[in-house]
């Protein structure tokens, strides 16, 4: 797994991949020397690196910057690959950008004009950290809980579901990228189902309610 962009969602991936046996190797925007402390920390499945060595070193590799980052994301070694997507858009962060101001595009389709021959999959964006650190369960738990997935790949749904599966989730299939906005930052699907931020253990969300919820969306 290699990791472009090492936050709070990515470090938390980072550490449920290596407790589900997969090697992860680092990065972010300031350099492999400063997520020395986090490589040491998550053990010697962890390696810090360069965002283009993060890129070509994965079999998938997770993208989770901000969407002001885009245009810094490595696309040559990411050609071909299954890509999963955790970000979104946040204007007072970001800036405004006009695509996603009007609606006519997503943020995932906004990315894939930067990494235009990876294959895209939305997902983790619609968890706090805590939450996803906290309610994953072994496969046949009774209280697993559910994650959306986007994608236009059927080969890379598939691979994304099989690494969410490892990790302790099971997932939904929300549909295309350009269905993605159904996941995004404020609709039904974000956050709330597992509870609120102060309660730092989440709540389990079965596959009927992930459902209802992206249903349930309005743009």
């Not at 405004?96 to 101001?101: A, F, M, R, S």
């Not at 906290?134 to 738990?141: D, F, I, K, Q």
């Not at 995004?184 to 969300?205: C, I, L, R």
Request: hydrophobic share 40%; net charge negative.
């Amino acid at each position: 797994m290699g990791f472009i962009g090492s936050g709070y969602i990515g470090s938390t991936i980072a550490r449920l991949a290596i407790e589900a046996g997969h090697q992860v190797v680092l990065s972010n925007s300031r350099g492999p020397e400063t997520l020395a402390d986090t490589a040491e920390e998550l053990g010697p499945q962890a390696s810090a690196a360069t965002s283009e060595e993060a890129a070509a070193a994965g079999d998938i590799v997770v993208v989770t910057v901000p969407v002001s980052a885009f245009p810094h994301v490595p696309a040559a070694p990411l050609a071909g690959k299954t890509v999963i997507d955790t970000c979104n858009y946040g204007p007072e962060r970001d800036g405004h950008i006009p695509e996603l101001d009007s609606k006519s595009l997503t943020s995932s389709e906004l990315l894939l004009r930067y990494v235009p021959d990876a294959m895209l999959v939305k997902a983790f964006n619609n968890t706090f950290f805590k939450h996803l650190l906290s309610l994953a369960r072994p496969a046949g738990a009774a209280d697993r809980s559910y994650l959306p997935i986007a994608g236009d790949s059927a080969p890379a749904k598939a691979a994304v579901t099989e690494f969410i599966d490892s990790i302790g989730y099971s997932v939904v299939d929300a549909g295309t990228l350009a269905d993605s906005w159904r996941q995004a930052t404020g609709t039904p699907v974000w956050g709330t189902p597992y509870g609120p931020f102060s309660n730092e253990k989440g709540q389990p969300v079965g596959e009927d309610a992930i459902r209802a919820a992206l249903a349930t969306a309005t743009r």
